[in-house]
């Protein structure tokens, strides 16, 4: 018993008395040789897989990398290491500055006379070195930076005058010279 069919107006066939001989199926409402949505042709590759069929690669679509720059991914151990690095550099650099700095030479200290012991030994030496006598209040100025080549002044009172004694810093050490009062 053999089916015809007529087309409509659209070129769609609709069924007079059901489907024609050469459909792949008995009936309708079954499913094709290969099955609902399944690959007609197994042995080409098609079918309704996740890749691509025949090399097909999509044209001017944008691509989501195509713009950004990418680093290298870092594991959490390589950012560990660069941290440490980063601690001990500092470290040395804290080291490095702290023992300049402050000890050696000493590029953040300044060095300044005591008062109390200049006045001390330009009262001795006056005594021993210009043998005076009656030397007394010897007064000399606070803070004067210990620096070669640096002057200043004391003053004193010798047998009841008072007089200007020249001194004159010999070495970045402390060492001082007395100068003759005047």
Known sequence: M?????SDPYGRRSAASGPPADEPT?????????????????????????EPQYGWQPQNEPSWNQNKQTRPWVSAQQRGRRRLLVAIVTALVVVVVFVLGFV??????????????????????LADDYAT?????????????????????????IDGDPVTIPITVTDDRGAYQVGRPA
């Open 2 to 6: 053999s089916r015809h069919y007529e």
């Open 104 to 125: 050696t030479p000493g590029w953040f200290v300044t060095r300044v006379f005591d008062a109390g012991a200049v006045q001390a030994g330009v009262a001795k030496v």
């Open 133 to 157: 006598d009656g030397v007394a209040d010897v007064r000399c100025p606070q803070d004067v930076q210990v620096t070669t080549g640096a002057t200043f002044t004391c003053d004193a009172t």
């Open 26 to 50: 008995g009936a309708w409402g079954h499913p094709p040789a290969g099955g609902w949505g399944g690959d007609p042709d197994p042995g080409r590759g098609g079918g309704y897989g996740d």
